[in-house]
């Protein structure tokens, strides 16, 4: 079924454009870009299923896209339709680090890291790195390690502060299992890093580690 099957009355195109697309729920949203379904399912229906299998919208706009290729009915089209919407939110969040101070604008640093990071299937460790007045210069995902741990070399991350300058930086990392809780192991590491980096006179501000659908700073723990 596509979307000129279903009844107008219902129909998300329509109703978006009558009542705004705030009146859509998430499932009618991701419809429209799908626009098909696939035999035996409607369009609404493989909208569910695809929600359902990344824990919803928010795990949907941080997943691996990656992983959409193994959905049944997600063909290249849909991919790259989905793949440009949420590369798009991305960068939208990005602009805005890069024009606002990062500690002004947490919960954006938060969510920027989650699109990033949090539907990777292994764990990835990554680093913010912010000019003088603590504003976005660069996202780089800097080591890749299995489901459980990575190994981080402050040499790299010293080299790369250097190379642009950087006044600060946010450290981040995912947790693939799900479990977005800072370890004791997490907490040495943001020590040491702090201290490395304090001897380039390059600020680690934070640390973010999360989740598909979860972001916890260290700074708002007192971690730090």
Do not use: W
Not at 64 to 91: F, M, N, Q, W, Y
Request: net charge neutral; aromatic share 4%.
């Amino acid at each position: 079924m596509v979307l000129k099957d279903i009844p107008a009355s219902v129909r998300p195109r329509e109703k978006l454009l009558a009542h705004g697309a705030a009146a859509l729920a998430d499932t009618e949203l991701v419809a429209l870009l799908l626009r098909t379904g696939t035999r035996g399912a409607s369009v609404l229906q493989l909208a569910q299923q695809l929600l359902d299998g990344f824990g919803g919208l928010a795990g949907l706009l941080h997943g691996d896209t990656s992983r959409l290729r193994r959905i049944k009915g997600i063909g290249p089209a849909k991919l790259a339709e989905i793949s440009a919407v949420i590369e798009l939110a991305r960068r939208a969040i990005g602009e805005r680090l890069i024009e606002r101070p990062a500690l002004e604008t947490l919960a954006q640093v938060k969510s920027y890291v989650q699109m990033h990071l949090g539907g990777h299937e292994h764990e990835v460790f990554g680093v913010l790195f912010l000019d003088g007045r603590h504003r976005l210069m660069c996202f780089d995902e800097m080591f890749r390690g299995t489901l459980t741990q990575t190994s981080v070399y402050p040499r790299e991350i010293v080299k790369r502060a250097i190379e642009l300058g950087a006044g600060a930086v946010i450290l981040a990392h995912n947790h693939p299992s799900g479990e977005a809780e800072p370890s004791l192991a997490d907490v040495h590491l943001t020590h040491r890093l702090r201290d490395v980096l304090a001897v380039i006179d390059v600020l680690v501000l934070d640390h973010i580690v999360v989740s598909r659908n979860v972001a916890i700073s260290l700074a708002e723990r007192g971690l730090m």
